[in-house]
C-alpha cells in the first residue's frame, strides 16, 4: 500500500455500531468481545483486539447506552438494552452511517420502529439501494425468518460472533471503497479523503482476510491501484503549491 503521500489533513471515520441486546451495553460484562467487534471495526485502531473462545458461547443479554472506552480510548460503540434510548441515539447520529446488530426478539420489535422513522439511515444517498447492515444476531436463524424475510434487503442473520464480525468489518471496508470514489468523482476531486477512506478499507480488508482465512487479493488490488493514482495527485498538487 502507497505510503508516502502528502495528505493535508486527518479524517475521522463517520461510522458507528450501534447494539441493542440483554447484556452488551453492561460494562461489566463482556469485556472481550466488545473489544474486539469495537477495536476491530476502527481502521485506525493498529492494535484490534481478538474475540477468544469463552465468547463464543456466551449469550448476548445488555445496559445501556454506553459507549466503549478501553485505556482512554473511545470506540464508535454504543450499547443498548432500552429500545426507546436506542432508538433516541440513532435520531442524534443520522449523519452517521450506522450499522446495528440487533438479538432477534429485539429486532422483531424495533427494526420495523427504525426503518419507519429514520427511512435514510439504511438507503445509499444515491443509488436509492438499501444497505444490508442490519445484523441479527441470534441463537436461531431459522426462528427469526418470519419476521426477517419483511426487511430482506436490509437484513442479514448470524448465530455466530466471529462470522457477524467478519461480515460487518467486510462491509464497512466496501463502504469506505464507495466512499472513496464518490470523493474521487467530486470535481474537483476530494483526494486528501479519498486517501484516508482507501487507507482504511486496506486495512479491514486484510483484517477480513485473516478473521475468515480467505484471499482478497482482488479488493486489495484494487484499492493499492486507487491509492497509487491518488497518492500521485496529492504529490502533483503539493509540488504546485511548493
Known amino acids: 500500500m502507497p505510503n508516502d503521500a502528502t495528505v493535508p489533513y486527518e479524517d475521522t471515520p463517520n461510522h458507528m455500531i450501534i447494539w441493542l441486546d440483554l447484556g452488551i451495553g453492561d460494562p461489566t460484562r463482556y469485556q472481550q468481545l466488545k473489544q474486539a ?25 445488555v445496559v445501556g447506552p454506553w459507549t466503549v472506552n478501553f485505556e482512554g480510548v473511545r470506540f464508535l460503540l454504543a450499547a443498548f438494552t432500552n429500545t426507546e434510548r436506542c432508538i433516541e441515539c440513532f435520531a442524534q447520529n443520522q449523519h452517521k452511517r450506522i450499522f446495528f446488530i440487533t438479538s432477534g426478539s429485539m429486532g422483531e420489535a424495533v427494526v420495523p420502529i427504525i426503518l419507519d422513522r429514520f427511512p435514510r439511515t439504511f438507503i445509499d444517498p444515491v443509488t436509492d439501494e438499501p444497505y444490508t447492515s442490519i445484523y441479527v444476531f441470534c441463537h436461531s436463524i431459522e426462528q427469526q425468518r418470519d419476521w426477517a424475510l419483511n426487511y430482506r434487503d436490509y437484513i442479514q442473520i448470524f448465530n455466530f460472533d466471529a462470522d457477524l464480525l467478519a461480515r460487518m468489518i467486510r462491509d464497512i471496508a466496501d463502504n469506505f471503497v464507495t466512499e472513496s470514489n464518490r470523493l474521487l468523482d467530486e470535481d474537483p476531486p476530494n483526494n486528501s479523503a479519498a486517501y484516508h477512506r482507501l487507507s482504511w478499507a486496506h486495512e479491514l480488508y486484510q483484517r477480513y482476510a485473516k478473521l475468515e482465512n480467505v484471499s482478497m487479493r482482488k479488493e486489495l488490488d484494487e484499492v493499492n491501484r486507487l491509492l497509487e493514482g491518488v497518492e500521485e495527485e496529492l504529490r502533483s498538487s503539493s509540488d504546485q503549491d511548493d
Do not use: H
Not at 37 to 61: C, G, M, Q
Open 37 to 61: 467487534f469495537s477495536s476491530t471495526a476502527d481502521p485506525k485502531n493498529e492494535t484490534p483486539v481478538k474475540l477468544v473462545d469463552k465468547d463464543y458461547d456466551e449469550i448476548l443479554r
